[in-house]
């Protein structure tokens, strides 16, 4: 089973659970108020290790609209199958939201289909 370190603290989670679940699994309210489908990136982390080679064509296209490729990740786009070190930037605490948003679905949604960061680069270069 992968280990996830969220702001220190350190769990055993189940291997393919989305990242977004596991953090909620740990107790922290963090953001999905789109519900997990890549469209609001209030489920957004700093990587600190284990950052996934690889993200959904959606995560790029959200987080390149909205500057944050390269800054950020999308925790509803990223399934933990491997050890990794997060923070969450925007929980319901930090952000005074009345609830983190609809509850993500247990697979990643919209397109559950990853490619090379570098593959995406290139082809948003040849647009």
């Given at each position: 089973?992968?280990?996830?370190?969220?702001?220190?603290?350190?769990?055993?989670?189940?291997?393919?659970?989305?990242?977004v679940?596991?953090?909620?699994?740990?107790?922290?309210?963090?953001?999905?108020?789109?519900?997990?489908?890549?469209?609001?990136?209030?489920?957004?982390?700093?990587v600190?290790?284990?950052?996934?080679?690889?993200?959904t064509?959606?995560?790029y296209?959200?987080?390149?609209?909205?500057?944050?490729?390269?800054?950020?990740r999308?925790s509803?786009?990223?399934?933990?199958?491997?050890?990794?070190?997060?923070?969450?930037l925007?929980?319901?605490?930090?952000?005074?939201?009345?609830?983190?948003?609809?509850?993500?679905?247990?697979?990643?949604?919209?397109?559950?289909?990853?490619?090379?960061?570098?593959?995406?680069?290139?082809?948003?270069?040849?647009?």
């Amino acid at each position: 089973m992968p280990k996830l370190t969220v702001d220190g603290k350190t769990a055993e989670v189940p291997n393919g659970q989305r990242l977004v679940l596991a953090i909620e699994s740990q107790g922290i309210n963090i953001g999905h108020r789109c519900g997990g489908f890549a469209r609001c990136t209030t489920c957004r982390v700093e990587v600190h290790t284990g950052e996934p080679d690889t993200m959904t064509r959606a995560e790029y296209d959200i987080l390149r609209t909205r500057d944050l490729l390269g800054k950020a990740r999308l925790s509803c786009q990223i399934v933990c199958d491997h050890d990794m070190s997060v923070t969450p930037l925007l929980t319901k605490e930090n952000q005074n939201w009345d609830s983190t948003g609809p509850a993500p679905e247990p697979t990643v949604t919209p397109e559950a289909a990853w490619f090379p960061k570098s593959q995406l680069q290139q082809e948003a270069a040849q647009q």
